[in-house]
Structure formats: C-alpha cells, structure tokens
C-alpha cells in the first residue's frame, strides 16, 4: 500500500489539501462579513467537531454550542449580534470537523442543504441586494483561483522540472508508429522527435503530449507539429489515438525519451545492478546513477540510442562509455581508476552480448489479443526469478536463478501467465515447483496483497525447456487494430509443457540462442525464395526424462521471413534511464511568473471543463476520477519530488476545486449563482418546490460521484494503480 508508506508525504498533503479547502470557504467567509451577513459557522472539513473556537470562549474539544446554550438559554443562532457583542462574544465558531473532506460556511438565512432556511433579517443572507449575494457566492472560486496564481508564480519563480515534449519509444503498431506525414516525409514518428504542438496547442512537457492525446476529440484526428532532429522545417503529422488497454486513456503509444543517466531511486536500483551483472557493465564499475556517454565512440542524446545500437548490431557486442560519478553524488571513489577530482570518471565497458530479441509478438492464447509472450515458432520460456527483493515475504524461500515449473497445478506457465497467475492467490501462500541448481524442489511461496511475490522475473534463456506451447500469433502483429490470428507451426503436435528441444536439423542445442541460430541457419537457403523449409525437431520431456522423440514440420514463407528478421535488444533497456527532462521557469523575472501562472491556471481551467465534456462523449471513464484519497495518493509520489512539485500539484489542485465548485450543479457555488441570476432576471427566486427538487438531484449526483470516485481510489490503493 503505496500510500501509506511515507507519513510525512501523506501530512504534506493533506495539510495543504485542507488549506485550499479552508482557503475556498475564507473566500465567502470574507465576501460575506463585507456584505454585512452575519456567519454563524466556517469550518474545514465534515462530520463531528473535532476543535472549535469561538471569541470570548477560546478553544473547545466538540462545538462550543452547548456554552452558548447554557449561558444565553437558546441555541447560538437565536441569540441576537448586538447581544453577543456586549458580552463580548464572537457570532462565529470557528472549527475542524473529523473528516477532511471538504469545509463550509453557514451564514444566516443560507443553507446549501436546506432551501426553506431562510431570513428576513438585517443581517441575513436574503436581505442581501442580488449583486452582493453573487459576490458571496463566487468569492471562495475566485479566492481559489487567486491562490493557484500565486503558487504557480512561487514554483516557476524557483523553477519545475518535467519530463521533456520528446518522444522515446514508439509501440509497434500504435496510432504514433502508423501516423500519416502531411509533408511527403515518411509515416511515423520516431524516438528523438519534439512535439511542438498538437491541433495548434503549444507542447511544453511531455505530460502536455498525453493529456493532449487523452483529451481529443473523438470524431477528428490530431495534428502534431514535430521538430525532428537533422531535418530543417518542422513536419505535420495526422494521428488517430485510440484507448490505451493499461491507462483506460486514448493514446498516440509513445513513451518520454530517457536520457543517459541509470535510474538510482531504491525501488528500482537492486533490478538495475542485477541487470549491470548479468551484462558484466557492473565489474567495470557501472552502478545506478551512472552516466551513458558514448555508444561505439558516438555521443549519444538520449538512451534509446542504446536500444538503435543493439537493434543494428547483428548480434554483434557494443562498446559503452560511462559516467561512473552518480548525479546525486559530488564525486565517485569507488574507482581504482585515477582522474582528476571535479570530472567525471569515464570508462570503456567490457563488450555487452546483446540479448537476442525472439518473436516478441505472440498473443497468449488464455488472454485477449494484445498481450503478448516471448517465443520462437511456438515453443515459450519458462519464468526464471532474476532477484528477490530485499522486503519480499519469499526472502530465503526463493533464490536468484530459480525457474518455475509450476504454479500449484499449472505445470510451465509462460511468462507472460506468470504475474496473472500470481495474482489470484493475493494474500495467501502458493505452490511452487522450481529448478535450483540443477535440483527439482517444491516450495511454498508468499503472495503479497497485490498479489506480488516482490521478485524480478524474466525469461530462462539458458534453459531450452519450453513452458506451455503458444497455439496462435497474430496474423499482423504491428496492426493495433488486427485480431486475426494463425495457428504457429507447433500448434498441431499438441506438445505438454515442460518439453525440452533437443535439435534441429541434427544440430544439438543448449540454449534458446542456439536455437535461434540453428533455425536462421536450417531457413537460410529458403529466405527470399518464396519456399517453405521443412525442420526435424527432437524433443523429450523435461521432468518425466522420457525417450526422445522426432517429429517434422513444416515452415512457410511468410515464418521464415520472420525467423530471417528477428532483431537483438539490449540488455539494458532504455526504461531503466531517467526521463530526459526540462525546466519551467521564469528565471527570476516575476513578470514572466505572473504570465506563466495565469496562463497555466487558464489551461487547467479549460482542461476540467474539457475533461467533463469527454467524460459525456465516453472517451474518458469514470474510473480515471480520482477523489480525497486518490489524491493523497498522487500527492505523496509528487512530495517525493520536491517542493516546487508539491507547490505546481497544489496550484492544479486547486484549480480543479475553483472549476468544479462553478458547475451547474445545485448545492454547489455554481448552482446557487444560477438561482440569484434567475432571481436577478425575474425579481424572485425560483420556488421552493424547484430548490428542494434540485437540492436532492444534486445531493444524489454529487453523492454517487462521491461514491464512484472513493471505490476507484481504493481500488488504486490496493491494487497500487
């Protein structure tokens, strides 16, 4: 449970959630004590009185209502200004209520909740000119407003880092990948390219880029201008983006670029130095935190540059040259290597062997299209742990090296079946049958809440035992929209998990590499010439060590095509580089402060209304709202970025209350000034009948959203969405 990991992030928070809260209600708190209305309550949060204060009374655990009533014989409301004042009382308790969600103020004669609380007094809401009521209504928006102004002003003042407008990687298929170029230029965008704009919007981070794809309009494609680095003119791209399965989100399918810098937070840093091994990077002194400077002797900009060389390389080993001072540290000593003190340390790695890249495209034939497994002409690896995680419940139960041959009874679960599998014994012990060291042993594992194991798991590539055959591929794989599908050229031999391949063609295997190698080389003389090629296959089962048994089949052009063009990947991904980012900031000149934050206050206000309006149109569900706790839950991730992070998330926030509190809705500031404009047009309020009708429409709707939002909070903080 993300959320409740770091207590002080969480006070943050909920300290300045509830100061916007407070700050809302001191809007009408103020307007109304300038229009001569008497207040008899303001209060942040909701439900029993936790504190209250009152002139003359000081401070009270629970209301001080029962003082007032025990002195004047009546209830605090019914005891007359003047009165109150000549004892030198205060009209108004202050107080904290027990939940902090949301505050209130009650004036006399004005209660959201109850439009029959009315009064004729000099200093009731009602007495009031129509003008001056409008005032008090919309005075906790505009107080809000004011107060995310200042804030952004604070943070682009001091300045905000974010994640650059250029693109890193782009998904195969995806609406990014297919875009159509306006200008003659080839179709697709390509990692390195800087979105300058979408449909005219100016593009200044890449989050800028995701809500504008989350945003658009359903019925009309984007126009992105990109600045592509070596070409001159920026190119006109049109793209359609379609729902991302993860986010819930209409998406282009691209990723921010990486820049050189290894990820080094905690979470992340025991993955990466198992990777660093495993590559030989971290004898040579590589560690998170460190810097990739040169590819083959070539500066690089971003470290998709990583992933271009090993996709080119030809299974060929490319030399790195790092950074080894981490770019939270001054200076790095665990070096042998000598340098002077203020540089920083550079090295050139021992050869990285790039990691062979099988048929990454094959759909699991128990999920829906679209997620994929490892593979090679049907035969699939079985899950290896790669690293136990230092708070894992299966510290000293599962090792580093281990390969699951099952999950309780499913004997050689892909990869790809692996988490799901996990997933369903959430918070309670399963089944495993591993290999260690050579060693077949069952053991009994521990699911976390989420239904984790808290272990690093990857593909065995060293062991050339299959996990369960995969029957079907995607007749087009890059095709986002494809769900066709072939039978793969194993699917008719009905083979049980755990086979192991022993050749092919008479050439003895080892590993899944050579197995790869051996069918380039058995469809060598077959590629480009339109002819099948025919394989014999021996094979055994794994466990059982049963007689070795052939079979033939037979490949297609269009598999041999695909055998002939798989591709090697890196064994550092670009996603364990930090984001390549950019800083907003006004550079100490407070007039471009101001600018910027009254601009970035419009584009959030416009972007509220924009997001009720896709909410209508289906292109954004309701289980992307996010309420109090969702809220404190971003939040906390925010914290741990800095304040100006916190200061520019707060700014957000509250905008979206100003944006939100003004909806036509009643109960809320924007209905209440529908009715004084009403009054104001045809000199009398709307009936009493409409009011209490409306009240309850908008207590059912606020209240259901209040409901939908809280079970999607929850279910992110369970489920670590």
């Known amino acids: 449970m993300e959320l409740l990991s770091n207590t002080s992030n969480i006070a943050l928070i909920v300290i300045g959630f509830g100061l916007l809260i407070a700050i809302h209600e001191f809007g009408h708190f103020i307007a109304a004590r300038w229009a001569g209305i008497r207040v008899e309550s303001f209060a942040v949060g909701m439900g029993p009185t936790v504190l209250a204060y009152r002139r003359g009374l000081g401070v009270r655990f629970g209301s001080t209502a029962p003082d007032i009533k025990t002195r004047y014989g009546a209830e605090p409301e019914k ?44 200093d009731g809401y009602g007495s009031k000119p129509v003008w001056k009521r409008m005032i008090v209504v919309s005075a906790g928006v505009i107080l809000n407003l004011i107060t995310a102004v200042i804030l952004f002003v604070v943070a682009f003042m001091i300045g905000v880092k974010f994640e650059a407008p250029i693109i890193g990687a782009v998904r195969p298929g995806s609406p990014a990948a297919t875009a159509r170029n306006l200008d003659g230029a080839p179709n697709g965008l390509l990692p390195g390219d800087q979105i300058d704009s979408i449909n005219g919007d100016p593009m200044t981070t890449f989050a800028d880029i995701q809500i504008g794809a989350a945003m658009s309009h359903p019925d009309h494609e984007s126009i992105l201008q990109v600045t592509r680095p070596g070409v001159a003119t920026p190119l006109r791209f049109e793209v359609a983006p379609i729902k991302d399965a993860t986010s819930g989100l209409r998406s282009f399918g691209v990723a921010p670029a990486r820049s050189g810098i290894l990820a080094d937070q905690k979470d992340v840093a025991p993955m990466i130095e198992n990777m660093l091994d495993k590559s030989g990077l971290r004898a040579a002194g590589v560690k998170p935190g460190s810097t990739l400077t040169a590819i083959n002797g070539v500066a690089i900009a971003n470290a998709e540059a990583l992933d271009l060389a090993f996709k080119n390389s030809n299974g060929k080993s490319v030399v790195t040259t790092w950074s080894l001072t981490s770019h ?88 790809g079946e692996f ?113 099948p090629a025919t394989l014999n296959i021996s094979f055994q089962n794994f466990v059982a060590n049963s007689p070795v048994k052939s079979t033939v089949i037979t490949l297609s052009a269009a598999e041999i095509n695909d055998i002939q063009n798989l591709g090697w990947s890196s064994p550092l991904p ?77 700014a957000m926030i509250s905008v979206n209350l100003a944006v939100l509190n003004f909806l036509p809705l009643p109960i809320v500031d924007g209905g209440l000034f529908l009715f004084l404009l009403y009054e104001g047009c045809f000199r009398r309020p709307p009936s009493l009948r409409f009011q209490n009708a409306a009240t309850l429409v908008g207590l059912a709707f606020l209240g259901s959203l209040f409901v939908v939002t809280f079970y999607n909070d929850v279910v992110r903080l369970f489920t670590g969405g």
């Open 79 to 122: 005891i007359p200004t003047a009165e109150l004042h000549a004892d030198g009382v205060g009209e108004t308790e202050y107080s904290l209520r027990l939940l902090p969600i949301g505050g209130f103020v009650r004036m006399k004669g004005q209660e959201d909740m109850d439009p029959t609380s009315t009064s004729d007094a000099i």
């Open 328 to 415: 939270s540290e001054i200076n790095d000593t665990t070096s042998s290597n000598t340098s002077p003190a203020k540089e920083a340390l550079t090295v050139v790695s021992a050869p990285m062997s790039p990691e062979p890249k099988f048929e990454d495209l094959f759909p699991s034939d128990s999920k829906s299209i679209g997620e994929y497994d490892l593979g090679l002409i049907g035969f699939s690896p079985l899950a290896r742990i790669d690293y136990v995680q230092k708070t894992s419940p299966n510290q000293g139960i599962l090792q580093a090296g281990d390969i699951v041959l099952a999950i309780e009874d499913r004997s050689g679960p892909r990869l």
């Open 419 to 531: 988490r799901s599998l996990i997933e369903t014994y959430a918070n309670r012990a399963v089944q495993l049958k591993i290999l260690r060291a050579g060693e077949i042993r069952s053991i009994n594992a521990r699911a976390d809440r989420q239904g984790h194991l808290d272990v690093l798991v990857g593909p065995a590539w060293n062991l050339l035992v299959s996990a369960r055959v995969i029957d079907r591929v995607l007749e087009n794989p890059l095709d986002s929209k494809s769900t066709q599908t072939v039978a793969t050229p194993i699917a008719s031999l009905e083979l049980r998990p755990l086979t192991k391949i022993i050749s092919i063609n008479d050439i003895t295997l080892t590993d899944w590499a050579s197995m790869r190698d051996a069918l380039w080389v058995t469809t060598a003389t077959a590629f480009g010439k339109n002819t």
């Open 574 to 650: 670009s996603e364990l580089f930090e984001p390549q980012m950019i800083t907003r900031s006004a550079h100490g000149n407070p007039v471009l402060a101001a600018t910027m934050g009254f601009t970035e206050t419009k584009k959030l206000a416009v972007l509220t209304w924009l997001t009720l309006d896709r909410l209508a149109r289906g292109t954004v569900g309701v289980e992307q709202l996010r309420g109090p706790v969702g809220i404190v839950q971003v939040g906390t991730r925010v914290a741990d970025r800095g304040m100006t992070y916190l200061l520019f998330f707060l």
